[in-house]
């Protein structure tokens, strides 16, 4: 083989192989492209499926039929001013029905006494 060949087979396979690498570079970015938009698609997936199971959670946890609130309302009286409701108040029987329970406590003033007077109303959810 001549010097010559032997330098043109030489600069052949040089440039096969770059073109090889070329190719095998973008394949590699190609894939990773791929990877990292399937990453994404996975961890978006992930986040919606961790809000879904936590409003399934809430759910379960305090569910609307068994929500029962009560509501302290004052009216201003010049018999009290009102700081803080402790041990004191009003009996009331209630039956727990399916809906939510809203109950209202009451204060409010009562001249007679001179003091202040506790009174309960259920309210109806709608």
Known sequence: MSHSIRAALHVSLFMTLMLFATFTQAADKKTVTTMDTRIQDLKKQVLDLNRDLFLLEQDL??????????????????????????????????????????????????????????????????
């Open 61 to 126: 946890l305090f569910p609307a039929n068994t929500q029962f609130s009560v509501f302290v309302s004052m009216d201003s009286g010049m018999t009290f001013n009102l700081d803080s409701v402790q041990k004191r108040g009003t009996t009331l029987k209630i039956i727990k029905g399916p809906a939510a329970q809203f109950v209202e406590l009451k204060i409010s003033d009562s001249q007679s006494k001179l003091q202040p007077e506790f009174k309960a109303k259920v309210w109806k959810a709608e």
